[in-house]
């Protein structure tokens, strides 16, 4: 079984930066690319950002220049730094991973539960 376990959501004002992280763990064979998705009340859960796990990025281009997204292959963890925050990045954020699991045989994308980030004053 994995699991992916997010920390790091809070409340921070507009201007604010935040850390989020996620780490994977269980029967994890390899893990291709990890990355953050965001949910907003009302709206369709959207991409943030994503990365490959030779280091390649993708974002959004309502984050490009203020997040970054990184990740430690050897902790199984994939981090987003959110710098300049705006109330319109208010969301519950879930981490996701592309994986190989056990033996390798078999793969799926794996979804953490979610951790809410609010940005307001």
């Known amino acids: 079984q994995v699991q992916l376990v997010e920390s790091g959501g809070g409340l921070v004002q507009p201007g604010g930066s935040l850390r989020l992280s996620c780490a994977a763990s269980?029967?994890?064979?390899?893990?291709?690319?990890m990355g953050w998705y965001r949910q907003a009340p009302g709206k369709e859960r959207e991409l943030v950002a994503a990365?490959?796990?030779?280091?390649?990025?993708n974002y959004a281009d309502s984050v490009k220049g203020r997040f970054t997204i990184s990740r430690d292959n050897a902790k199984n963890a994939v981090y987003l730094q959110m710098n300049s925050l705006k109330p319109e990045d208010t969301a519950v954020y879930y981490c996701?991973?592309?994986?190989?699991?056990?033996?390798?045989?078999?793969?799926?994308?794996?979804w953490g539960q979610g951790t809410q980030v609010t940005v307001s004053s």
């Open positions: 990365i490959t796990s030779g280091g390649t990025t």
């Open positions: 269980g029967s994890i064979f390899s893990i291709n690319a």
């Open positions: 996701n991973a592309d994986l190989l699991y056990g033996t390798g045989g078999g793969g799926r994308r794996y």
